[in-house]
């Protein structure tokens, strides 16, 4: 079945595919494979918030210094998922995601045996790079392999890679780094991706549709001119900079009061609310709209910052604040990808690409402005600041509504 990711009915004189005459309400098996290529990058991505201070000390540099390496991950991610992905887009998608996987895989072996700053930051560039490439790609290969009326269930279950990576893999990744050194950890990385590889290269993805009419790079841009999709990228960057400037040092904010173990258990309360969000958030949009699920959701972050300080002082406070974090931040996540999809039907991959490379903006920002404000203010202070900048994200949101899309 060829695959079309334009999220609009065919073009007039085009006859629609068997699969758009009648759409099956089950999704193809294939889509939820996808998610294990998303769990890869989700793992990557996340996983160094909780082996950081371990990371920084057999380094021999500062906690600001090594949080660095999130943000060379995430810079890439930004710059590379348009670039790399008009550069590769002459490449069969079903092909190009394996060799990106395995590229992937090999840049997480170098990770893993690092042993000055210098080389694990080359890791970790290579495989932001990968990410940028095979994360997007996921999602446009699952909404062609899906009916249109189901391509919101397939960005769900390919989201659903990204926020099990928070439950199983930055919790497991943390326990093996604390317990066999963080080297490990970038071991069960690389073994993550090659596992996705393997198991979609078994699963025999069909072949896409002509890469002759695959956007370049101009064109991948073109929605930015668009004032309404750069009104409606602008809340996502300050809420990622926000959620990254206090998740990258997480794990040292928790350190004042629980052990590692407890960490690891911590983060993945973080990860069950993210996977419960993710898959709600979807259908509160579908009730709500758009643009409320977000607003509600920057609301209740900026609150449950500005309060962890003391609402976190037992385990299970902890775990709530986290919970609660983590479903907020991944509840918003479908509304603002079907926001944009609406906003620009016929160019829903390229704003889907550009959603995640601003994603990655906030991110590197995050990680980069922490280690920043570590420097100049206390620990203590840094989740009020993420608090502060997830506010002005509901300031923009609601001041931008009535332009960017009906509230």
């Given at each position: 079945m060829p695959l079309d990711p334009r999220p609009s009915s065919a073009p007039p004189g085009v006859p629609p595919s068997p699969a758009r005459e009648a759409p099956s309400q089950r999704l193809d098996f294939r889509i939820w494979l996808l998610a294990l290529a998303t769990f890869?990058?989700?793992?990557?991505?996340?996983?160094?918030?909780?082996?950081?201070?371990a990371l920084a000390a057999d380094l021999g540099v500062s906690v600001a210094a090594a949080?660095?390496?999130?943000?060379?991950?995430?810079i890439t991610f930004a710059i590379g998922s348009p670039i790399l992905a008009a550069?590769?887009?002459?490449?069969?998608?079903?092909?190009?995601i394996l060799r990106v996987l395995c590229v992937f895989t090999l840049a997480n072996v170098l990770c893993a045996v690092a042993m000055r700053y210098d080389m694990l930051l080359l890791g970790r560039v290579?495989?932001?790079?990968?990410?940028?490439?095979?994360?997007?790609?996921?999602?446009?290969?699952?909404?062609?392999?899906?009916?249109?009326?189901?391509?919101?269930?397939?960005?769900?279950a390919v989201a659903i890679g990204t926020t099990s990576a928070m439950v199983f893999g930055v919790p497991l990744g943390t326990w093996i780094g604390h317990h066999f050194g963080w080297h490990a950890t970038f071991w069960l990385v690389a073994a993550t991706g090659a596992a996705a590889a393997i198991v979609l290269w078994a699963a025999r993805l069909p072949v896409a549709a002509d890469a002759g009419s695959i956007p370049g790079i101009a064109a991948r841009f073109a929605p930015m001119?668009?004032?309404?999709?750069?009104?409606?990228?602008?809340?996502?960057?300050l809420w990622c900079t926000a959620a990254y400037l206090f998740y990258t040092y997480v794990a040292l904010f928790l350190g004042r009061r629980f052990a590692p173990t407890e960490i690891a258990f911590l983060l993945l309360f973080f990860g069950l609310g993210g996977v419960t969000g993710s898959q709600i958030g979807?259908?509160?949009a579908d009730r709500f709209g758009d643009l409320l699920p977000i607003a509600v959701c920057l609301a209740a972050s900026t609150v449950n910052l500005g309060l962890i300080e003391f609402t976190s002082r037992s385990f299970w406070g902890g775990a709530a604040v986290l919970f609660v974090w983590g479903f907020c931040g991944w509840a918003s996540w479908t509304p603002q990808q079907t926001r944009l999809i609406a906003l620009a039907p016929a160019n829903a991959p390229i704003v889907l690409s550009l959603n995640n490379a601003t994603v990655y903006v906030g991110t590197a920002a995050g990680a980069a402005g922490g280690a920043v404000f570590l420097s100049l203010a206390p620990l203590a202070a840094l989740p009020l600041a993420a608090a502060a900048i997830?506010?002005?994200?509901?300031?923009?949101?609601?001041?931008?509504?009535?332009i960017s899309q009906p509230f």
């Open positions: 890869a990058m989700g793992t990557a991505t996340l996983v160094v918030a909780g082996i950081l201070p949080g660095q390496v999130v943000t060379a991950f995430a550069l590769t887009g002459h490449l069969p998608r079903e092909r190009l290579v495989a932001g790079g990968c990410a940028g490439i095979c994360t997007p790609l996921a999602y446009v290969l699952a909404t062609g392999l899906a009916s249109p009326q189901r391509r919101g269930a397939a960005l769900a001119g668009d004032r309404r999709v750069l009104i409606a990228l602008l809340p996502p960057v979807g259908r509160i997830y506010a002005v994200a509901l300031i923009v949101l609601l001041a931008t509504r009535r």
